[in-house]
């Protein structure tokens, strides 16, 4: 997490949908520090010293402990050169609030998400970081990577362009990147120290007293974020001395940073329900706090819990962001430190409840959040009646804006609670919740990559808890998003391993979707005498329980397999079968599609005849079931029979029908875009989606 005291602020693009701050802070000193890295910048590096180009952006490190000021001195820099790089300024913060460093495909995909290019889910981290490189390669911008917790990272994510300008934060060296430019930070001078002070108290304070200032800044070692703590717990008491405070400081032996010592004294003075609130903040995932998660954690109402934020704020606890809704952070330097106090006065047991209190209160927020988008049934009204008040949302675009403003926690919630291994219930059940409200709010394509780590998450769980089914389902929600990303062997192994799970659970429907699915992976991948094969396994399934409308579809399947295979035969009785099935099941427009495809196929076979009548009869289903599209596209198909049938005459009246049906849409003579409405909805009547089952 970045150092909050005296931050420059700017917006954030690793995944937090975040405004810059309405005020700042002004940044005080490391005038030294800001005039070397500027000077660093355009110093010639070793390989243009050499007579070659530079192959590489450049790399400044500015290093130091949480606390030191260093994310405020690299938005300081980048603030001052940006205007060099006229493709902007790209962010990305590369460790978890505990130190866990991010994976580095989130990273360069957040990044490529702020060049605005697509980011296939399950893409390799390879291949995310050369799309990376690529997308850089013609552009002058300036990455600043925070909190990177090593060179491997930062390497991983370097363009391979010499006009590109990297900031990289770390607390030590970055070992293994050349020609770094490191920028070491240790305490601010006391000059600037006992400025920064005097922003959070009347400068009065230290002016009747400045030794007890310079007193203060020496126990906190030039620190910004002791100072800035300092600050508050002075501001909050306007009547207690600066010197009062240097001497508590000064009697404190315990061990650790100048910060943990202020914390401590911090903590120590909080009312007892408040020093557990902020304690408790600590197990907040991402580091993201709002009334609803301290509510849960602390087992208060909501009310009181948006209080003790407020408090924590101007004692500088916490920092406030600049959001629609209610919502805090905490200091990236804080958070071990609030971590190590929890530790040792909270018993583990009562941990365990915060964190359970907390993920089934996100259960039941995603429960509200995505019931609102459902208030056609009775029986979710009545639902959303019987929460509280203070768990609904009042419209569904209120539930849409929380959801897109809490997504990095509710993401990891999501990644801390199977990483816990201890509350897999409530993991699972919040996953499930997860994927239904983005999926109801955001759509199965634009959260396809969020959706795509929520599943591996309840695969690991699936696995670990031995639960065949919940494996089942996680497999073929992965295959389907590797499927769609063009990953059809990856996405073949799923699906037979989902089979696989799907047997072992005894599951009918997971069974059945793996089948027709291995078939759809061979047919893609151009094996269509196995995809035929395994369609005719799916269908027995099918057949054998009952269920028409999906045997009727996978007749269309093995059709279509058979059809891309020339055996135009076995085609046209499968065909002929599907037509059937979607007539004995009263289907009117998949019976028009059906006919439509037999059509196509009798046309291939060579049986114009049989094929104009099939496409008269269809065009009439058709029409019975409003589908104008497909009567255009029938009807150009028509054209195409007539003419060569040797009617010319009469194809052009059908062409001329189909051009007033779709106006502009269809050109004369060129049925492209009719033929894509067939083919598109043919695929569409094949597709098949499914989420976690809810538990």
């Not at 505990?98 to 390799?124: C, F, H, K, Y």
């Not at 998660?293 to 408090?311: I, K, N, P, Y």
């Not at 037999?598 to 094929?611: K, N, S, T």
């Amino acid at each position: 997490m970045t150092d909050q005291a005296v931050d420059a602020g700017g917006v954030d693009l690793s995944g937090r949908d975040r405004f810059p701050a309405a005020t700042k802070s002004a940044f005080l000193g490391r005038t030294r520090e800001l005039k070397e890295l500027r000077a660093d910048i355009e110093r010639a590096g070793l390989d243009t010293l050499s007579g070659r180009k530079a192959p590489r952006a450049r790399v400044l490190l500015i290093a130091g402990r949480p606390g030191s000021g260093r994310t405020a001195l690299a938005e300081e820099l980048v603030r001052q050169v940006a205007d060099g790089y006229p493709d902007g300024v790209l962010r990305a913060r590369l460790a978890e609030p505990d130190g866990t460093p991010v994976p580095v495909e989130r990273a360069a995909g957040e990044l490529l998400t702020a060049l605005g290019l697509p980011t296939p889910p399950g893409t390799a981290e390879d291949e995310l970081t050369e799309a990376l490189r690529e997308a850089l390669a013609g552009r002058r911008a300036l990455l600043l990577l925070d909190d990177a917790a090593g060179a491997g990272q930062v390497d991983a994510l370097l363009p391979d362009n010499a006009d590109c300008l990297v900031v990289a934060v770390s607390r030590g060296p970055l070992t293994g990147i050349a020609d770094v430019r490191p920028c070491t930070l240790g305490g601010l001078d006391t000059k600037s120290a006992v400025e920064l002070l005097a922003q959070h108290i009347d400068p009065v304070r230290i002016t009747v007293d400045p030794r007890a200032a310079e007193s203060l800044v020496e126990v906190c070692q030039g620190q910004p974020a002791a100072l800035a703590l300092a600050g508050g717990w002075l501001a909050a008491r306007p009547k207690a001395a600066v010197a009062d405070l240097a001497g508590q400081l000064h009697a404190d032996t315990g061990e650790g940073p100048a910060l943990a010592r202020v914390l401590r004294l911090v903590h120590a003075t909080l009312p007892g329900p408040g020093a557990r609130v902020l304690r408790l903040l600590a197990l907040a995932p991402a580091g993201d706090v709002d009334p609803h998660t301290a509510s849960a954690l602390a087992g208060c109402s909501v009310e009181a819990a948006r209080a003790f934020l407020d408090d924590f704020a101007a004692l500088g606890l916490l920092r406030a962001l600049p959001s629609p809704l209610p919502c805090y952070e905490v200091p990236g330097c804080l958070h071990p430190l609030l971590r190590a106090l929890t530790e040792r006065q909270d018993r583990p047991g009562e941990l365990q409840l915060a964190r359970a209190r907390m993920l089934e209160r996100t259960v039941r927020l995603l429960q509200s959040c995505r019931a609102i988008t459902e208030t056609d049934s009775p029986e979710t009204r009545e639902k959303l009646k019987s929460l509280p008040p203070t768990l609904r949302f009042p419209t569904p675009r209120a539930a849409e804006d929380w959801l897109r403003a809490r997504r990095p926690a509710l993401l990891a919630a999501a990644r801390l609670a199977v990483a816990d291994g201890e509350l897999d219930t409530l993991a699972r059940r919040l996953m499930s919740q997860l994927v239904r409200a983005m999926v109801a709010h955001l759509g199965t394509r634009a959260a396809a990559g969020d959706l795509y780590g929520i599943h591996r998450l309840v695969l690991d769980v699936a696995e670990r808890q031995g639960l065949p089914r919940e494996r089942a389902a996680a497999l073929l929600n992965l295959a389907d998003l590797d499927a769609r990303g063009g990953r059809t062997t990856e996405a073949l192994a799923r699906y037979r391993a989902a089979l696989d799970a799907g047997r072992e659970a005894n599951d009918p429907y997971a069974t059945g979707r793996a089948m027709e699915s291995v078939g759809g992976a061979h047919q893609e991948l151009g094996d269509h005498d196995r995809a035929a094969d395994w369609f005719g396994r799916a269908l027995a399934q099918r057949l054998a329980r009952g269920e028409r409308e999906d045997a009727a579809r996978l007749y269309g399947r093995i059709a279509t397999a058979h059809t891309y295979a020339g055996r135009y035969g076995e085609a046209l009785r499968n065909w002929r079968a599907a037509v059937a099935a979607h007539r004995k099941a009263g289907d009117v427009a998949a019976h028009a599609r059906a006919l439509s495809e037999l059509a196509r196929v009798q046309e291939y076979a060579g049986r114009p005849a049989e094929c104009l009548r099939t496409c008269q009869e269809a065009v009439e289903w058709a029409r019975r079931a409003e589908d104008v599209r497909l009567q255009a596209a029938l009807q150009l198909r028509l054209a195409d029979t007539l003419e060569r049938l040797g009617d010319p005459a009469a194809a052009a009246l059908h062409r001329g029908v189909a051009e007033r049906m779709l106006g502009d849409e269809i050109r004369a003579g060129d049925d492209g875009g009719a033929a894509g409405a067939l083919r598109e909805q043919d695929a569409n009547t094949c597709e098949i989606r499914s989420v976690i089952a809810e538990d």
